[in-house]
């Protein structure tokens, strides 16, 4: 089927007001660079807390021992054995998303430790976090039709794309829906990310002193939009091209090391960091440098059930929707609250918005604008994963989550 250029002007007005996409292109928080920093501090404490406990172990620090020689009173920094989180939790979107939603889907955290000595241990998660950002179902952005996707005149016009205003010309007067309404689709953006962590930590000891935690950690992050999968298509500007991308899927690598920094009866302070890095690029990635991943954890012990925690953080999410690694710095605050044995309860806000949005689009968040990329597809089956490309730009998201499990509540809220 061929369209003449007012016809195919016409059919852009009328699919204009159906394209409204629901997707969102990072995250504001990484839960599995998180529970690394919340078990090695974890590690840290209890080595500390050792090392003071005896007289002895003091005598023994400040006279090394010959390598090889045991060191009373820090040999317990990690148990031996099998330790475990298991939590379900209810989640609630802050700020003004645009979209008639109250709380977001519940799910499913767990966390198996193993320590088979006790300066080592091996660390296994599943993560479910769901969000919602800001920018995706409110204001108005932009709507363009690619030159490739418009009949006749776009082989003419070469690569890019044409707004919709300059289009109106063809129809003789404006375009409806123009630029396009989010707010008026109401459509779903909510996300809901599964992440798997593999990780290693070891304790190691600086001069025979002072302890630190290495952990090598493997992280696989898939996840879903709107209640299906994850992929759709994505306007790159760089090549003035539509690509066909899964959001929520990226692979990626580190090695974190968490030294300590306050260690009292009431307070605890540790600070994680190190190079982070994709398993391997996709989609608009442009590079794949290592990153430099940074938390701090710090602890108020208000009882010996309950635990207040404040973890700002600076995150490097890269997935593949993004040229380059978004800078995100993050804050979550809460509490964690111990009841009858083995149950806890734990509450928490998280965060977080990047300093250096996709594309230069400084300060723009979400959904920067519209293309339909195939006519006449789009006026008579608009589908944002098939036939409509979004340009992204930053995420903004803030997230109240409620968690309620067994076993030991983890330090960092995931």
Request: hydrophobic letters at 40%; aromatic letters at 8%; proline letters at 10%.
């Amino acid at each position: 089927m061929h369209l003449k250029p007012a016809t195919a002007a016409a059919a852009l007005a009328t699919a204009l007001t159906l394209w409204l996409p629901r997707p969102a292109p990072a995250q504001a928080l990484d839960p599995a660079a998180a529970s690394v920093a919340g078990n090695a501090g974890n590690m840290l404490r209890d080595a500390l807390a050792a090392r003071k406990a005896g007289a002895k172990g003091a005598a023994a620090l400040a006279s090394p021992a010959p390598a090889g020689s045991p060191r009373p009173g820090i040999q317990h920094p990690s148990s031996p054995g099998f330790h475990y989180t298991l939590d379900a939790s209810s989640a609630f979107p802050n700020g003004d998303i645009g979209f008639h939603r109250n709380s977001l889907p519940g799910g499913i955290d767990g966390a198996l430790f193993y320590g088979p000595d006790k300066y080592t241990r091996l660390q296994a998660g599943f993560y479910t976090l769901s969000e919602y950002p800001l920018g995706f179902d409110s204001g108005t952005v932009p709507s363009y039709v690619l030159n490739g996707a418009i009949p006749v005149l776009g082989p003419l016009l070469g690569p890019g794309r044409q707004n919709c205003t300059v289009l109106g010309g063809l129809v003789g007067g404006a375009v409806p829906n123009c630029p396009a309404n989010l707010q008026a689709a109401q459509q779903d953006a909510t996300v809901r990310n599964r992440i798997v962590t593999l990780g290693l930590s070891r304790m190691v000891y600086i001069g025979g002193l002072f302890p630190i935690v290495i952990t090598p950690q493997y992280v696989s992050r898939a996840g879903s939009i709107g209640g299906s999968d994850d992929i759709f298509e994505v306007y790159n500007p760089d090549t003035m091209t539509a690509q066909r991308l899964h959001l929520r899927t990226v692979q990626t690598q580190s090695v974190l090391a968490t030294i300590p920094l306050v260690n009292s009866p009431k307070f605890f302070a540790a600070y994680t960091l190190g190079p982070q890095w994709l398993v391997h690029s996709a989609g608009l990635n442009q590079n794949n440098h290592a990153q430099i991943f940074q938390v701090l954890d710090v602890r108020y012990f208000a009882s010996k059930k309950t635990t207040f925690f404040v973890q700002p953080s600076l995150l490097q999410d890269e997935l593949p929707s993004d040229p380059y690694p978004q800078r995100i710095p993050t804050l979550v605050a809460g509490f964690s609250h111990k009841l009858a044995k083995p149950f806890f309860i734990q509450a928490y806000l998280a965060q977080g918005s990047p300093t250096n949005p996709p594309h230069g689009q400084t300060g723009r968040l979400g959904i920067i604008d519209v293309t339909c990329i195939q006519l006449p597809v789009c006026l008579t089956n608009p589908d944002p994963r098939t036939n409509t490309a979004l340009q992204l730009g930053g995420l903004k998201a803030s997230t109240f989550v409620l968690q309620i499990g067994i076993g030991t509540p983890s330090v960092l809220p995931l």
